[in-house]
């Protein structure tokens, strides 16, 4: 009964997460979050993108794999939640499998 | 010079010691947590450490406005404490904090140590201390479950965000006034951090209502015997 039971709220969470990944996340709001929101206080943002004024994050770079990074899209975002589950999933497992070997 | 930071420090805002100095701290955190935490690993715990990762690593991609031009998001720290303990819920989050920035830009490399720190151990742990101390009152009730879970997730968010003023005092870039960025930093994340909470909320107890045995705050401690076994 609990397994019938635990494999429908697995597959139920599981659709859950795939429909926020990949159908909600274009829906997003586009305004800064609260600590990006902070760290731009006291600065003005410039055409060329560089932060005139004084704040924490006027000295911020370019993460040096933005190039390569696989953006935002609903898909990409859907294959992102896809890996972490299977290390969570996988990393948690193991971790087990070294506790019950020690 | 722009880039997006969801609730993750980028590149440049911290030195290079204090960035170091965090890699150190989140590295050593981990290791303990991933020591501590098999004692509370049991057959739920792998599939439930897996779609919850999953569902955070979702719903931080998911901004909602919180303030004319702020947005807020979950981001977790005292649901996967609450639901996994504060060991596996660390490790989670920082599988997920992990992947954002090696995968999708977010949050810089040389900061990764600092956000790990934040999101995936101090405000973990900060969520999981309160809803320790109140977990009488989750035991005790259902709407008491909620009410813990909701402070949880609230003092968790404004914990992740004070991590971040202590790094930047110790090493930020800019010569800001600390004075201010406190105010502003645990303001906005203290509004941020009362949605954390209704979501907290909601989550543990939709749980708490189909399968109450999935919340490790309100599990019965397991016999010496089988906690060793």
Known sequence: ?102 | MTVSVAMHLSDGVLDVPTSVLFGVVALAWLALAATRGRIDIDDRTAPLAGLLAAFLFAMQLLNVPVLPGVSGHLYGGALAAILLGPWVGALCLAVVVVIQSLLFADGGLTALGANVTNMALLGTACGFAVALAARRWARRSRMGLLGVAFVAGLVSTVAAAAGFVVEYAIGGQADVPLGGLVVVVIGVHAVIGIGEGVITALAVGAIARVRPDLIYLVRPAPEPAEATA
């Open chain 1, 1 to 102: 009964m609990i397994a019938r039971q635990s494999r429908r709220l697995a597959l139920v969470a599981t659709v859950g997460i795939a429909v926020l990944a990949v159908g909600m996340s274009a829906f997003a709001s586009s305004a800064p979050d609260g600590l990006e929101w902070a760290l731009r206080d006291g600065c003005t943002s410039a055409p060329s993108g560089e932060f005139v004024g004084q704040c924490p994050a006027q000295h911020e770079r370019d993460h040096v794999l933005v190039e390569y990074a696989l953006g935002n899209t609903g898909l990409a975002a859907g294959a992102g939640a896809a890996l972490v589950l299977l290390l969570a999933w996988g990393g948690v497992a193991l971790l087990r499998k070294r506790g019950a070997r020690e």
